[in-house]
């Protein structure tokens, strides 16, 4: 008799039973829609990495107008153009020469070294002397750097003008080492 009059007590009082239960369920629900929201959040990370993996690869280099092409992309081949070694060096030359020159710079003497000691393999090297007011080497450095194809500065050298106050034209002597990669004759 004693199971009967426990039974008894339980059907009498049913609200504990049910407040675990209900607990119980709201717990699980809690859950699942703390899981399924954390799923969402891992999602739209993983689709913003992507977003983003896409564009450095450039897979994504359409502007956001819809113009085509991004303007800021360097157009043209990385490698220094030219049917041979000599060709390719030549237009290197050409290139930093040019852009010392627009740049309101003196090219004072020149040098390349297309298969030297200091080439590396593959790479057309070219080592310019040259007078160049200061607030234009930064503007040097990045022009010769960006854009294609593409060129290393290998070394930099800089020598202050003597007597900066006194007579003279208070132009900065460089010596800049460029270098570039030659693909071969095709």
């Not at 003497?109 to 002397?129: C, E, P, R, W, Y």
Request: aromatic share 6%; hydrophobic share 45%; glycine share 10%.
């Amino acid at each position: 008799m004693n199971q009967a009059a426990s039974l008894q007590k339980m059907l009498v009082r049913p609200w504990p039973a049910a407040a675990a239960y209900f607990g119980i369920v709201a717990l699980l629900l809690f859950l699942i829609g703390s899981s399924l929201t954390d799923l969402l959040s891992r999602r739209a990370d993983v689709a913003a990495t992507a977003a983003m993996l896409d564009q450095l690869e450039g897979r994504g280099a359409k502007t956001v107008r819809g113009q085509g092409i991004d303007a800021s992309a360097p157009s043209g081949s990385p490698f220094l153009e030219g049917a041979t070694v000599t060709v390719a060096g030549a237009a290197l030359l050409q290139r930093v020469s040019a852009v010392v020159t627009r740049l309101g710079g003196n090219v004072l003497s020149t040098q390349i070294d297309l298969q030297g000691s200091q080439s590396k393999a593959g790479f057309v090297t070219v080592i310019a002397n040259c007078d160049l007011d200061q607030p234009s080497l930064q503007r040097l450095l990045y022009d010769l750097e960006s854009g294609m194809p593409f060129l290393f500065i290998d070394q930099l050298l800089v020598q202050a003008p003597a007597g900066l106050g006194t007579s003279g034209d208070g132009k900065l002597r460089v010596l800049i080492t460029v270098s570039g990669q030659w693909q071969g004759a095709k």
